[in-house]
C-alpha cells in the first residue's frame, strides 16, 4: 500500500487539488535540492532522557544527516551533558523554562515549532509515546504539514514505514511536505548509544517564545513499579481476562514475572476488570513491546491485544482452549488450565 501525503490533500476539492498537486511536486524539488537536517525531540522523566528518545536518535540517524537534539525544563544542564553524549548527535538546542516541565503539548508545540523555523530543520522526530502522540501532531498542524505516526523503517528522506490496522498492514508513505513531523515505534530503532566523551558537541540556547497557554498541570498519579518497565524488559509476563480477578492475577501473575525477571503486562480486558493497573496494558490502545519473550497467561489474542506484542522474539502462550487466536502467533504453547499449569511452572523455574 503506498499513500502520498502533502500538506493539506485530504478533504480537499478537484481544482484545489490540482493546484496543491503543482505545490507539492515543486515543494518535491525543493526538498531534494536542500539539505536535509533533522531535530531529535528528547523527552525527560525524572531528569533522565526517555528511551525512545534515543530510539528516535536512532530513526534519524538513518538519514545520514547532521542531528540536534532539543532539550527543554528545569534543570536541565545534567540531561543536556547526557545528550551530548549520544552518538550521531551535533548539536544540542536547550531551553531552561519549568512552564516545559511536564511536556504539556500546549506550550511545549509553540516553543517547538519557534525552533524548528530558527534551524530550518527538514526532519522533525520524536518517540511515539503519550508525549510524542500528543506532541507532534499539533507541531505539525502549526506548520500546515501532514504528521507521520509511529514509523517503524526509513525508506529515504521522503518515504517512510508504518503499520495500519492494527499491524496488519504496513503503509509506505511518500510525503512532499517541506518539513516532516514524525513519530518513531521505539522497538523498530534499536537506541543510540552512548560515547565515553561527548564534548564536542556544542550546547546552544534555542529561542523561547514563552507563549503561556491556559492550561495548567495540576497533578499526577503514577503507578509504583518494583519491576523492570514494560517498555523496555527484555521479558515479559502478561494475564487476561482468564485469571478471573485481581487477587489471582496477583497469585498467579507476578510471582511467574518474578522467577523470570520480567516485566508484567496484561490485556486491556484484565484491565478493563481491574486487575492491572492500565499503564501495563499491551495491545494497540496500549504499550506496543517487543521483548526476547513474551509469555501471555489466559489471553484469547485478539487483534488488538497482538499489534502490541507480536513483533516479539519469542511468544509463549498458556490457554485452555486449544483453538484460541494466540497458539496461531506463539512459538511454543500450552494447553491447559492456567491455575494448575502456571504455579507449577513457578515452582520448576525457582528450582
Ligand atoms: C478499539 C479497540 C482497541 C483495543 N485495544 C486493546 C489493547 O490495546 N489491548 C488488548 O489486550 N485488547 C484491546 N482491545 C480488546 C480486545 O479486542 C479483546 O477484547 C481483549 O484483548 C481480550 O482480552 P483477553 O484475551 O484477556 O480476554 P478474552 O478474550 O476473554 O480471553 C480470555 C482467555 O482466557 C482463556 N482462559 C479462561 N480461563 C482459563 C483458564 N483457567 N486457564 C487457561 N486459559 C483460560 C480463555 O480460553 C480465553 O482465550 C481493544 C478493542 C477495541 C475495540
New binding site residues.
Given amino acids: 500500500m503506498v499513500l502520498r501525503l502533502g500538506s493539506s490533500t485530504l478533504c480537499l476539492k478537484q481544482q484545489r487539488l490540482r493546484s496543491l498537486a503543482s505545490l507539492a511536486s515543486s515543494n518535491a524539488r525543493l526538498i531534494s535540492c536542500r539539505s536535509v537536517s533533522a531535530l531529535a525531540v528528547l523527552e525527560l522523566k525524572d531528569g533522565k532522557l526517555v528511551q525512545s528518545s534515543l530510539s528516535a536518535v536512532s530513526a534519524a540517524h538513518k538519514l545520514g544527516s547532521s542531528i540536534t537534539g532539543f532539550i527543554a525544563g528545569s534543570n536541565i544542564s545534567e540531561p543536556s551533558k547526557e545528550a551530548a553524549k549520544i552518538r550521531g548527535i551535533q548539536k544540542i538546542i536547550t531551553i531552561e523554562n519549568d512552564s516545559y516541565d511536564k511536556g504539556l503539548p500546549e506550550n511545549f508545540a509553540p516553543l517547538l515549532v519557534s525552533n524548528i523555523r530558527k534551524g530550518g530543520y527538514t526532519h522533525i522526530f520524536a518517540g511515539h509515546t503519550t508525549f510524542g502522540k500528543s506532541l507532534m501532531p499539533r507541531v505539525a498542524a502549526l506548520l500546515d504539514v501532514a504528521q507521520i505516526s509511529d514509523i517503524t523503517a526509513i525508506d529515504n528522506e521522503n518515504t517512510f514505514v508504518r503499520p495500519v490496522y492494527a499491524g496488519n498492514a504496513i503503509a509506505t508513505i511518500e510525503s512532499s511536505d517541506e518539513i516532516k513531523v514524525i513519530t518513531t515505534r521505539a522497538t523498530a530503532f534499536p537506541p543510540a548509544e552512548y560515547e565515553a566523551e561527548g564534548s564536542k558537541v556544542l550546547i546552544e540556547n534555542g529561542v523561547d517564545p514563552n507563549s503561556n497557554s491556559p492550561v495548567k498541570w495540576v497533578s499526577e498519579n503514577l503507578a509504583k513499579l518494583d519491576r523492570p518497565s514494560l517498555a523496555t524488559a527484555s521479558k515479559v509476563v502478561s494475564g ?3 485469571l478471573k480477578s485481581k487477587e489471582e492475577f496477583d497469585r498467579v501473575i507476578l510471582p511467574l514475572a518474578d522467577a523470570f525477571g520480567a516485566a508484567v503486562g496484561a ?4 484491565v478493563d476488570s481491574g486487575y492491572a493497573d492500565n499503564s501495563l ?6 504499550q506496543v513491546v517487543a521483548p526476547q519473550l513474551y509469555f501471555c497467561v ?5 487483534i ?2 497482538l499489534a ?1 506484542m507480536k513483533d516479539s522474539k519469542v511468544i509463549a502462550a ?4 486449544a483453538d ?1 487466536p494466540i497458539f496461531q502467533v506463539a512459538d511454543v504453547g500450552l494447553v491447559g ?3 494448575d499449569t502456571v504455579p507449577e511452572l513457578t515452582e520448576k523455574l525457582g528450582k
Fill in positions: 487476561g481476562r482468564g490485556s486491556r480486558a484484565a496494558q499491551v495491545g494497540q490502545t496500549g489466559g489471553i484469547s489474542g485478539a488488538q491485544h502490541g498458556v490457554n485452555k482452549d484460541a488450565d492456567l491455575f
